[in-house]
């Protein structure tokens, strides 16, 4: 079911790094490339990488059969370094990047050169060193991030990164510069991973890449309390179409505010590449808003990312509920294939009876399927928002009736609004329903998915870490359009105040349909294409390994809940009463007066 450009061998068989910088110069752990033997190895790969030609391949579809057919446009799930790549290439070179491998070494190796120049030190200032990048310098941190890395920053900090403290975005910056320069390095068999000044470490959890990410990345925001990693995790609906549209469209907004005051308020000319603390507010906040927002728009070309992600995790407490015999959950699967109702590490029962699909029928934003046209800015919705919207959207609300609202949760037989909503934030701090929606997004990621946008473009989406390694031209290119005219609209705010680069010819460019029956198809919209595929396909294929997975059991055993107590959100108390009111009676009885 995945659609994958293969490469003649040939040109697969790449260089190592002895063959290319020589023995004194490999790179292995604990021993970095050079400045000089970087720049070596990425002219030599690049001028040994043969162009890869497209040749016939099979691909299917979900809801289809398999075919023979021309290599199809690809896009991908986008890692950090991909949500760097988006955020600083035009998209003729990221489409180039896609099918010319010397065209991708050089894109990969400038981005690990850009990487590596923090290696020694997060403070140094780059501006010299890659005049061609957008940087943007925070305020509360003094670090120096590209435009592409503000992309990359909403998978780990909130919203307000550029007020944080340098303990708190230096560690997560670092580790994350580090991750982007192994994995360049990775794709072409080079090593040359050693750790960054600064990084966030994870101690003891460092034998596994993928767990010790996550653990440092939790430990070094854990003094944000509610927006440490985990709980960003718990909220993360966000990424995830239809929210994430909404989420990019209002931080675009407000970065277009920011963008026209500067234009009203200054009638000089201004550089419009890198920005520090000395310049302009309303400048510096049109980048730092619109660098942060870019990342949804760009989790919205991707397979994994085009699930209703809270509907997933619904569906999963409807399909647990209907399993039966809990005692022998350690035994796993029956010989005769029946699973089993796990009986520890579970949410609690008030979760489990109040969060199904049939008892929350508001709960994943259904409502939300349309283009975001009016979606006002994360200021506007925190003071005003009451209706339902993504977890983290509802979550950065100034009120709680506000917080209750956006949620979605209504009352059920026996149970006040309130009580829902307690059991909405315990459903959200589970593990067990938290790995269902991440099987699901992991799934589509290794199979891809073919999807159309209201533009008409046809494109297959899926896949990690493969931006430029299984992208088509067409696929990379129409990911990078919608990055490129959306930091394009802000510079044409600051620059002459109107732009033609709007919300809505930004949203034709994402996908909006999910092409199923092969060559002779359709496209079904993707809210169809749940309930028609995707339900289903949960069902039978991706909800039974979840219940059955030894990550499943580690998990319940090991951390139930992502964040230790879970999100606390008490109901605001009623105002107290005023010592005195006259001649009147008090409530308790009392006389006044």
């Known amino acids: 079911m995945r ?6 061998a040939a040109s697969r068989a790449l260089p190592t790094a002895a063959t290319v910088a020589g023995p004194a110069r490999v790179a292995r752990p604990g021993r970095p490339l050079t400045p ?16 890869a030609m497209i040749g016939p391949r099979r ?20 890692a950090s370094f991909e949500h760097t790549l988006l955020g600083n290439t035009p998209p003729g070179q990221l489409s180039n990047a896609a099918v010319d491998r010397s065209a991708r070494s050089h894109l990969l190796f400038e981005l690990a050169r850009q990487a590596n120049f923090f290696s020694g030190d997060a403070l140094a200032d780059p501006r010299t060193a890659f005049p061609d990048v957008r940087w943007v310098k925070l305020r509360g941190s003094g670090l120096w991030l590209s435009y592409g890395e503000l992309s990359s920053m909403a998978d780990y900090l909130p919203a307000d990164v550029d007020d ?83 989420r990019w469209a209002r931080f675009h907004e407000e970065a277009g505010d920011h963008a026209l005051a500067f234009h009203r308020g200054k009638h000089e000319q201004v550089a419009l ?6 310049q302009d507010e309303n400048l510096r906040q049109a980048w730092l808003k619109n660098g942060y927002g870019d990342h949804f728009l760009q989790d919205s070309f991707a397979a994994g990312h085009l699930i209703n992600k809270t509907l997933v995790m619904q569906w999963f407490v409807d399909y647990v509920n209907g399993l039966s015999s809990k005692w022998w959950d350690l035994i796993g699967r029956m010989w005769w294939g029946d699973d089993t109702k796990p ?20 709960l994943a934003g259904q409502g939300l399927y349309h283009p975001p046209l009016s979606a006002g800015t994360p200021a506007m919705d925190a003071m005003l928002g009451d209706t339902p919207t993504d977890p983290q959207t509802a979550w950065e609300r100034d009120s709680h009736e506000g917080r209750v609202a956006g949620s979605g949760v209504v009352a ?57 390694t299984e992208s088509g031209a067409l696929g990379a290119r129409v990911a990078a359009e919608a990055a490129q005219a959306s930091h394009q609209a802000i510079e044409d705010l600051i620059g002459t105040g109107v732009t033609d680069r709007t919300v809505d010819k930004i949203a034709a460019l994402w ?20 309930e028609d595929v995707l339900h289903d396909l949960c069902r039978t294929q991706i909800f039974p390994g979840v219940v059955d997975s030894f990550n499943s059991k580690v998990a319940r055993a090991a951390q139930p809940g992502l964040v230790d107590g879970g999100l606390r959100d008490p109901a605001t108390p009623p105002p107290p009463l005023p010592d005195n009111l006259g001649d009147f009676v008090t409530p308790r009885g009392d006389p006044m007066g």
């Open 3 to 8: 659609a994958t450009e293969r490469t003649p």
């Open 511 to 530: 996908p909006t349909q999910v092409w199923v029956g092969g060559e002779g198809g359709h496209g079904v919209p993707l809210q169809d294409w749940h």
């Open 164 to 246: 944080l403290p340098r303990d708190v975005v230096e560690p997560v910056v670092q580790r994350m510069r580090r991750l982007s320069a192994a994995q360049c390095f990775k794709m072409y068999g080079l090593y040359g991973e050693s750790p960054f000044a600064g990084e966030a470490e994870s101690g003891v959890y460092e034998f596994s890449e993928s767990v010790g990410i996550e653990k440092a990345m939790d430990s070094a925001t854990a003094s944000l309390g509610a927006d440490r990693y985990f709980g960003m995790v718990e909220r993360n609906a966000c990424h995830f179409a239809p929210e994430s549209w909404h």
């Open 36 to 51: 000089a033997a970087l720049l070596q190895v990425q002219r030599t790969v690049g001028n040994r990488a043969a162009t």
């Open 412 to 468: 059920t037989p026996g149970r006040t609004r309130e009580q829902n909503y307690q059991a909405y934030l315990k459903f959200l701090n589970s593990s067990f329903l938290q790995l269902a929606a991440g099987e699901t997004h992991d799934y589509l990621n290794k199979r891809g998915l073919t999807v159309v946008n209201d533009r008409g473009d046809r494109m297959t989406v899926g896949g990690d870490n493969t931006l430029l």
């Open 273 to 278: 590449d890198s920005v520090d603390t000395t």
């Open 343 to 362: 009986w520890y590490g579970m949410p609690d029962d008030d979760v489990m009876s109040s969060m199904g699909t049939a008892a929350q029928p508001n």
């Open 59 to 78: 691909d299917r579809c979900l809801g289809g059969r398999a075919h023979p057919r021309p290599r199809a446009p690809v896009v991908q799930r986008h």
